[in-house]
């Protein structure tokens, strides 16, 4: 089921024509067949959502989590929003912005946005340009740790041109100036409620962290922190028809598999988020009948990221770093490419993802037109041609069927977070390797240590004290610009820059630093996608990394819940206010 | 053997219990023939002390008759009923689960009772001497609130991180994350204990027999082992038995947050804690680790009963 | 006694600040970071921000003697305004121990969960003393009889088989195959009559049962060890001797005698009602204090959790003093001074 999604047109130059016909065409199409099942707002009753990680603040800008991203976007949207095909469509304003509508400059410098007329925060107030520019102030401001401001990146100034029109000026030339106000990681919020909130202020403001004035179809009643929150539906919407729920609970803790049963057996929740769980459970569970599961692709990759430095525990400081020297094996390109070929990625998603994961040899799967055909050779398994490669580059079975050369063991430390498909994967891998001679020991590490980015911790990720280290990434949004920019040299993770770099393998190619620098600089989308698949093919053929699966989200809904549609770009809640009661 | 308190033992004064004048010379008989004669006449003892002996012999020779490996991975085969393959189904990678049960006791057995045994040292100990010496009283006692306010899971973050690599490089890393395990189990788990065995001291220390034996020199350190431990024996067994399930519970939990031993390292708690979700699949995942950590605690439960008992002077020596 | 106990408040001052001062280090050790949760589209230099504005970058000891002024005074004085709706100085710049993930002042969370966990914990404490009592009083008294083989089973199975497991039993039974109760904990619901607190009896059946099975199964044994001691003791000989009726002798002179460790046990337990119940919390998503302070953990929300534990050691030293003081009053062989 593949989708053919039409994400890529959103950059600037010929495409942009395309764009804003089929941006127009669709969002209307939306809009009318969903608007047309439903007679009036909050005839449906009452909507039961649940997140099991639970909400803990109604603020993205003071918390970037995915469940508190998704939670405030029942209630404070931004001007643009993307669909479920990731097309960006107009929210708060009437028509996207584009260098042929005279909305984005010829020189990429400049973006200004018209806010739809008569439009009205939940308190009956206009909305206006001045909450726009106050939302941009609000989290470009100084300690303020706005969680978003990478959102805001090179954005010089905002003005508000006049009461509906408000213009973002950028330092240099942005082929995607989409990065402030558009998906759910960057909303407006009002500068009235706000306006004493700003800076070091930002954290006092629990009224308004916990109860934002926004646009969305939803207002908050009542917020626990971790908890629960209840909703009712917006008066002042700017659909009078919408939405069809009067009322909105979104409940979170838990874990994913008793969330999964609450909407797929017992029926008490409508709707449930993020259920990654085996996947013979989820089917075993949807057999019940009450309710199904929805998924949809994005850009996330599960990879085996592969340390390019010594990670051993002699080199003291250096340990893991490019000063450490090159690694004992995985510097070796037969090593790594017999390690990904000997993988049957079928295998793995069979066992683990089920229809949530398709094998993959990308870093960059997705959008379509930045999905690179050129390494599928990863795809296929292939024990022979894995252990012809490492025989011919000299590792030979020793006594106990572990390979070795000049006295190294193929001796791998395998790392990851701890997640039950995880470990599962884990198992398999190493099952796949023992065939080719490499021995691996395994180990599993408390997300929130692994991610934490502690530069105390042995265990982060970015420390990458082992041989090999899965987890997944992703980007924002559909321009995979930045994404692609991980790979540089310079951004190896060392003590020296406090382990902050986002080039976890410590990959350096001279070949791949300029590509990267030159889509920096190229404008025209066909380029840029050139470019995005040059420089992924060149990341699986090095080796960087091994490419695993290419992720899904997915959810449950009852069957008594309709208008649902999966979205990986934005909060999966995106078109809450489009959701009615089956009958 | 219904009614043990009715059949009270029918001399006059019973003397100080354990002391040495106890045992009539009917026969030349020593202290440890003794409890082992009275062990065997108690069925429940007797009968744990089998199935705690099976359960052990299944562990340690069950994988060479059993010659599946454990984390054999068949795919294709996953989630499997009972077969002569695999007597106990498969799980969602295909391992075998019965290989996996036998495999995963050797490590359960092995965690939880030396992790009890450590705390149960550590709480007997330290509840001991605060109960017996008054000056050790205070500052022990406030040691044991200090545990018992820790929040656990910080607490092993820090040690983890503190000692995993340095074990792993001096102990290989089976055996260092089993030294570990066993060491986090045991200092975190033995509170109350300490808290339960100070207060039986307290009110044993007070009794006449402790006096008179203090009356007539008795070293302090022969008082607490031959008369005081004797005496607080029965909340010592209840805490041991109890602390083998504990230290059980608590290596998969631990397993489980990535603080313990690798995940394709099964271990009873683990197998239970993985196969929750999969309950309604294949219910074998839950009843078999589930069955042998109760068998496991209910027979090192019937034991303590019978050592108890056995130790008792009131009812041994009739 | 008294003397005793004054002793002891004493000495809970010093322990309770050498106890903070250890949580603290400990936490400030700990590996988990609060941008640790974030997605990692979020770049490493706004994670770096991220931590300054949450005042990490601020020396130990300097977050650390914050952290005692904010609990020690702002706090209390806060709370001493909100009770009596009094001004005191100027608590606008009054700053409150404030959570990370949620930005909200930490003391307000824990008010908004307390109702939850005193209801589910808190009952299934009750439920499991009730059942435990006479569950370990007659397994003792007809001791290797049927009732107290089957209670010893019953208890040491319920001790063993730890929550996690009894908790989805309970579900996948009652709440998917028969669908008699609710397997989330609704905890917006309010009782206002008797039908609302018929569904609230329903939504505590699970919990409470998976909790109250496993407190009741500890406790029993206790209790039974402790009969078990006392009927053979000379006392009971002597009692029955003088031609004591035996519903005396057990209910009057033995069960008041076993009572007594059992009070210091109960009395110790009392603490752990308030940290409740993490893992049934999580299963029923009852949303108390123990998931309060696990997400806490993991999120590494320093202030949230050196303060949700402080309490708990307050409690804990507090419980363990009258446990000890119930302790001397009920056991007069007892002498502490």
């Keep these: ?583 | 053997m219904t009614d043990q308190v009715s059949m009270a033992p029918e001399k006059v004064i019973p003397p100080a219990p354990g002391s040495p004048v106890a045992a009539e010379p009917r026969k030349q008989r020593t202290l440890t023939a003794d409890v082992w004669r009275q062990f065997r006449q108690h069925k429940g003892g007797v009968i744990g002390a089998i199935v705690f002996l099976t359960i052990i012999f299944l562990v340690v020779f069950g994988p060479s008759i059993h010659g599946v490996d454990p984390s054999a991975l068949n795919v294709r085969e996953r989630n499997a009923g009972v077969s002569w393959a695999h007597p106990m189904g498969t799980d969602n990678l295909g391992r075998d689960t019965f290989a996996q049960i036998l495999a995963g006791g050797r490590t359960s057995l092995a965690v939880g009772v030396t992790a009890m045994l450590l705390s149960l040292l550590l709480g007997t100990a330290i509840g001991v001497l605060a109960g017996y010496f008054r000056k050790l009283e205070g500052p022990l006692m406030r040691l044991t609130d200090l545990f018992l306010a820790l929040p656990l899971l910080p607490l092993l973050l820090v040690i983890i991180m503190l000692f995993r690599d340095t074990l792993r490089r001096s102990f290989g890393p089976e055996t260092g994350i089993f030294l570990l395990i066993v060491f986090v189990i045991g200092i975190t788990s033995w509170m109350q204990t300490a808290r339960i065995v100070r207060g039986a001291v307290l009110s044993v220390k007070e009794q006449e027999f402790v006096l008179a034996a203090k009356s007539i020199g008795t070293r302090e350190r022969r008082i607490i082992s031959r008369h005081i431990l004797p005496n607080v024996l029965s909340p010592i067994m209840v805490s041991a038995t109890l602390g083998i399930a504990t230290a059980i519970i608590t290596e998969s939990a631990l397993s489980f947050l990535g603080l313990g031993f690798p995940s394709d390292y099964p271990t009873w708690g683990r197998l239970l804690f993985d196969g929750v979700n999969f309950m309604q699949i294949n219910p074998s995942r839950v009843i078999w680790p589930g069955l042998a950590i109760s068998l496991t605690v209910l027979s090192v439960n019937y034991i303590g009963d019978g050592i108890r008992d056995a130790l008792d002077p009131r009812i041994r020596g009739r | 006694m008294f003397h005793y106990t004054l002793r002891r408040l004493m000495f809970a001052v010093p322990t309770l600040f050498v106890i903070s001062f250890i949580i603290f280090a400990l936490l400030d050790l700990a590996p988990n970071d609060p941008t640790g949760n974030l997605p990692l589209t979020i770049p490493p230099e706004v994670r770096e921000q991220i931590r300054m504005s949450l005042g990490l970058g601020e020396p130990f000891h300097i977050r650390y003697l914050k952290w005692l002024q904010q609990f020690f005074v702002a706090e209390p004085l806060n709370f001493i305004q909100q009770a009596f709706g009094i001004e005191i100085g100027n608590s606008a710049e009054r700053v409150r121990i404030r959570s990370w993930a949620t930005r909200s002042p930490v003391v307000d969370l824990i008010v908004e969960r307390l109702p939850q966990t005193l209801w589910v914990v808190g009952m299934s404490y009750v439920v499991g003393i009730l059942i435990a009592l006479p569950v370990g009083i007659i397994s003792a008294y007809r001791q290797y009889s049927w009732f107290d083989q089957i209670g010893t089973f019953v208890s040491m199975v319920g001790f063993s088989v730890p929550t996690f497991f009894t908790g989805v039993v309970l579900i996948v039974v009652f709440s998917v195959y028969l669908g008699w109760f609710p397997s989330i904990y609704d905890t917006t619901h309010r009782v206002t009559d008797w039908n609302s607190f018929w569904i609230q009896v329903r939504q505590m059946v699970l919990p409470v049962m998976v909790l109250a099975l496993y407190n009741a199964a500890q406790l029993s044994r206790f209790v039974r060890a402790s009969m078990l001691d006392n009927l053979n003791q000379d006392y009971v000989r002597t009692a029955r001797a003088k031609g004591m009726k035996e519903k005396v002798v057990l209910l009057v002179h033995v069960l008041r005698n076993s009572l007594i460790p059992v009070v210091t046990v109960i009395a110790l337990g009392i603490p752990t009602i308030f940290s409740g119940a993490i893992i049934t919390e999580q299963i029923f998503r009852v949303n108390g204090l123990g998931q309060l302070l696990i997400i806490a953990i993991q999120g590494a929300d320093i202030p949230l959790v050196q303060t949700l534990t402080f309490i708990f050691a307050v409690l804990i030293i507090l419980c363990n003093l009258i446990a000890d003081i119930l302790y001397g009053i009920l056991d007069p062989r007892i002498r502490y001074d």
């Design chain 1, 1 to 583: 089921m593949r989708k053919t999604s039409k994400i890529n047109n959103i950059v600037r130059g010929n495409a942009m024509k395309k764009l804003t016909i089929f941006l127009t065409g669709t969002a209307a199409a939306i809009a009318m067949t969903a608007g047309a099942a439903q007679a009036e707002r909050g005839s449906d009753g009452h909507l039961n959502i649940l997140y099991w990680q639970a909400v803990s603040i109604l603020n993205p800008f003071l918390s970037g989590g995915t469940k508190d991203v998704e939670g405030s976007s029942l209630i404070i949207e931004p001007l643009a929003k993307f669909n479920e095909k990731g097309e960006m469509v107009p929210a708060l304003v009437d028509e996207i912005p584009t260098v042929e509508n005279g909305g984005v400059a010829e020189d990429l410098r400049s973006i200004t946005w018209v806010i739809s007329e008569g439009l009205m925060w939940s308190d009956g107030t206009p909305v206006t340009a001045e909450d726009v520019k106050f939302t941009a102030e609000y989290c470009m401001a100084e300690d303020g740790g706005c969680q978003q401001v990478a959102n805001f990146t090179d954005v010089e100034s905002v003005e508000a041109v006049d009461e509906r029109t408000v213009k973002v000026n950028f330092s240099v030339a942005k082929p995607y100036p989409y990065g402030p106000f558009v998906g759910a990681q960057s909303p407006i919020i009002q500068k009235a409620q706000f306006e004493n909130c700003v800076g070091a202020r930002a954290p006092e403001c629990t009224e308004a962290n916990f109860g934002p004035i926004g646009t969305g179809p939803f207002v908050v009643t009542r917020f626990a922190a971790n908890d629960v929150i209840e909703l009712e539906a917006n008066p002042n919407y700017r659909d009078a028809a919408k939405p069809a729920f009067a009322t909105v609970t979104l409940k979170g803790g838990g874990d994913a598999a008793s969330a999964a049963r609450a909407v797929l057996e017992t029926g008490e929740f409508d709707y449930a988020w993020n259920l990654q769980v085996e996947p013979e459970i989820l089917a075993q569970m949807e057999a019940a009948g009450r309710g199904e599961l929805i998924s949809s692709f994005g850009t996330s990759v599960e990879r085996i990221n592969l340390n390019m430095t010594d990670p051993s525990p002699d080199k003291g400081a250096d340990r893991s770093t490019v000063e450490a020297g090159p690694h004992p094996f995985l510097s070796d390109p037969a090593v790594r490419r017999a390690l990904s070929i000997s993988l049957d990625r079928e295998l793995i998603v069979e066992a683990g993802y089920g229809e949530t994961g398709r094998p993959t040899c990308n870093i960059l799967p997705a959008p379509e037109a930045y999905a690179s055909t050129n390494v599928d050779w990863c795809l296929t398994q292939d024990i022979e041609e894995a252990n012809r490669l490492l025989d011919e580059a000299g590792w030979m079975p020793g006594g106990d069927g572990i390979r070795e050369k000049d006295g190294v063991r193929l001796s791998i430390l395998y790392q990851t977070s701890t997640n039950s498909v995880r470990q599962a994967t884990q198992a398999l891998v190493k099952d796949m390797w023992q065939q080719i001679g490499v021995e691996t020991e395994l180990r599993n590490i408390d997300a929130a240590v692994f991610f934490g980015g502690d530069p105390a911790s042995p265990d982060t990720f970015q420390k990458f004290f082992a041989d090999v280290e899965m987890y997944t990434n992703n980007f924002d949004g559909t321009d995979p610009e930045k994404y692609m920019a991980e790979w540089i040299c310079a951004d190896a993770p060392k003590p020296q820059n406090g382990w902050l770099g986002a080039n976890i393998p410590r990959f350096c190619s001279e070949e791949y630093d300029a590509l990267v620098k030159k889509m920096g600089e190229t404008a025209p989308l066909e380029e840029r996608q050139a470019l995005a698949i040059q420089m992924n093919d060149i990341l699986t053929n090095e080796g960087a990394h091994i490419p695993l699966v290419h992720r899904g989200d997915v959810s449950a809904r009852a069957m008594t819940l309709n208008g649902v549609l999966m979205n990986s770009w934005d909060s999966e809640l995106w078109n809450a206010a489009d959701w009615t009661r089956a009958e």
